[in-house]
């Protein structure tokens, strides 16, 4: 039986909280636990009839034999082709209800009908949470979030290969969109390659922001990207379901000295706040870095960094402040970081001549770190 993760941490992390078994029904979370593997006929929505797909990955602390795996009626199609891991494997489901029905019968035939049982809560229906409530009255039930986000934050050597892959091809699809810039396009258009870019190197896209002149709204438009001005390009698309994540910057003609001097200090930040980042340092002085440096940077009430984790989701796992733009507790700010860890460092400048920024996705290693796709970083001149 090939495990795909780390079932040694996995427990250690269920002992630590008395957790008997642990349900995953996140899609992210499912696929993980999964190795890789995702039905391919909900791959793009989950909605179906009057109710939707429901995937759950059930785990028994040091109980392989108990694992089991509930999927779609009509999912035996790919089993064949592709089988998961565990030997208990369902195909019931058309419908949430169905499957927490099926998660019930298997609860009930491990004997864990009293157990502490941790779900993922915000990733459960609510029809199935009120079965499953009605069904367990005596479970003790826990969130499972952390604990899983845990499980993930370090990447496997395949895991960092799918990141680094969807990263380049990300940076590429920018270099090769800002040539286009000369045919007179506007932004839905110069967004609409950079999917078919990502999409024709075999990147599942997730989306572009752009912003092109003085404007700082990030949403593509129908205004035409005009000579003498900047673009910025930032988009994400994932690779057998990790991420890449990345910002560039391009110019049609000749950048000014302002330009020069913002990008110059958003670079400035970036490499800044790469120098702390070692297995073993904490996590806070990334961003203790990065302060030190925008505070001497010109445009410092114009700035913002962010570093965050990233693998299978965006914001996973190393999260290492709690007042970033997106909530959640900074829950490995004062940890050390840990080789294999996967963090985004972006900075950007809202000027009053346009939108400035890079993202970069660095690696944390034993004796400090990698980055991935690290070309393109100034300005990407279109003649």
Not at 281 to 301: H, L, T, W
């Amino acid at each position: 039986m090939n495990i795909p993760f780390d079932q040694q941490k996995l427990d250690r992390l269920m002992d630590q909280q008395n957790i008997d078994l642990i349900l995953a029904t996140s899609r992210h979370n499912v696929r993980y636990l999964l190795g890789g593997y995702e039905f391919f006929f909900f791959a793009n929505g989950d909605a179906i009839g009057l109710g939707n797909y429901l995937p759950v990955v059930g785990y028994r602390k040091d109980q392989l034999e108990q694992a089991f795996y509930i999927g779609a009626s009509n999912e035996f199609w790919q089993q064949y082709v592709t089988p998961v891991w565990m030997t208990n494997v369902s195909h019931v489901s058309w419908s949430s209800q169905d499957t927490v029905h099926e998660v019930v019968n298997y609860i009930r035939r491990f004997g864990l009908d009293r157990a502490t049982i941790a779900i993922e809560s915000a990733f459960l229906p609510a029809d199935a949470w009120q079965i499953m409530n009605r069904e367990l009255p005596s479970v003790k039930w826990l969130d499972a979030t952390l604990l899983l986000e845990e499980l993930r934050a370090v990447k496997s050597e395949q895991e960092l290969a799918y990141i680094q892959a969807a990263s380049e091809v990300i940076v590429q699809s920018f270099l090769h969109t800002f040539q286009q810039g000369r045919k007179e396009m506007t932004e839905f258009d110069l967004v609409e390659h950079v999917r078919r870019y990502q999409t024709n190197q075999g990147l599942k896209f997730d989306y572009c922001l752009i912003t092109t002149g003085n404007r700082l709204e990030r949403a593509p438009s129908g205004r035409y990207w005009r000579k003498g001005e900047m673009i910025s390009l930032d988009s994400a698309g994932y690779k057998n379901g990790y991420l890449g994540d990345m910002a560039r910057m391009g110019v049609y003609g000749e950048p000014s000295a302002q330009m020069k001097e913002l990008l110059d200090e958003v670079e400035t930040v970036q490499q800044a706040a790469r120098t702390p980042i070692s297995a073993g340092k904490i996590g806070s002085e990334i961003y203790q870095a990065a302060e030190d440096a925008m505070r001497k940077c010109p445009s410092f009430n114009q700035m913002q960094f962010v570093a965050h984790g990233m693998g299978l989701i965006p914001h996973e796992a190393p999260r290492l402040t709690s007042s970033g733009p997106i909530p959640y507790p900074g829950t490995h700010r004062d940890r050390p970081l840990e080789a294999g860890m996967v963090l985004s460092l972006e900075t950007h400048i809202h000027s009053e001549i346009g939108f400035v920024k890079l993202e970069d996705t660095i690696v944390v290693t034993d004796k400090g770190w990698e980055a991935y796709a690290d070309f393109g970083r100034g300005w990407n001149q279109v003649e």
